[in-house]
């Protein structure tokens, strides 16, 4: 089993349609959570940490579920500029800081 | 400020070869972290410095990988003798010190063997 699973995607969305990733961690004691975004050929980068409570940064919310090792981002009013490949990471314990990548899910949004 | 750069940013070698890959982290990063991600499977954890010392090199592949970071500087990841399955891209993250800091990824090294 990997330590990180997300939907195989690709999702293909129509421009203002909302969009919802899943993501499944392996490792209950996982002490970090993360999703970045990834553009084509370019380098991962950090769209936002999950927190317990769930946390929103605009169009984004972020969800994490310990008690099923489940985690979700949620998009609304998809843009163009969405589309890219949504990581699911996971900071695991004792790792320092080293990070768990999922394999991603790829996002197509068009007009 | 620059950011984590990489260089090469390609590089097609032979099997049998040997390649060096260089990784500059951000300036006072003590933190530099190895990445691989090998064709259709996810970014996986090579290793991890602190300065100049080795934490973590759990992820290492196997002893034809050699990575350094003489000075606490940047560092180099040396692939010697390449085989085709070592064909991927490299990211290098770099990170302050702190223990909820976000790591900055370079761009990365496609790596092709043939």
């Known amino acids: 089993r990997k330590e990180v699973e997300q939907d195989p995607g690709p999702f293909n969305v129509p421009e203002g349609a909302t969009v919802a990733f899943n993501c499944t961690y392996s490792?209950?004691?996982?002490?970090?959570f993360f999703w970045y975004r990834q553009d084509c050929r370019k380098e991962p980068k950090l769209l936002m940490s999950?927190?317990?409570s769930g946390n929103e940064d605009g169009r984004f919310t972020a969800q994490l579920n310990r008690a099923s090792q489940y985690i979700s981002l949620l998009i609304r009013d998809s843009k163009l500029s969405d589309s890219a490949t949504y990581l699911c990471v996971v900071r695991p314990p004792g790792g320092y800081n080293k990070l768990i990548f999922g394999a991603g899910t790829r996002l197509a949004v068009h007009p | 400020e620059a950011g984590v750069t990489q260089f090469p940013s390609h590089s097609v070698i032979e099997k049998g070869q040997t390649v060096t890959l260089r990784c500059d982290p951000i300036s006072g990063h003590d933190n530099l972290y190895w990445y691989r991600r090998v064709m259709g499977k996810e970014i996986k954890f090579l290793l991890h410095f602190v300065k100049e010392s080795k934490q973590d090199e759990s992820g290492m592949p196997n002893n034809r990988f050699l990575a350094e970071r003489t000075g606490g500087t940047y560092s180099t990841l040396k692939v010697q003798p390449a085989e085709l399955e070592d064909s991927g891209v490299y990211f290098c993250a770099s990170r302050p010190t702190g223990s909820n800091t976000e790591a900055f990824f370079g761009q990365g090294t496609r790596l092709t063997v043939v």
């Open positions: 999950v927190y317990s």
């Open positions: 490792n209950s004691a996982s002490q970090s």
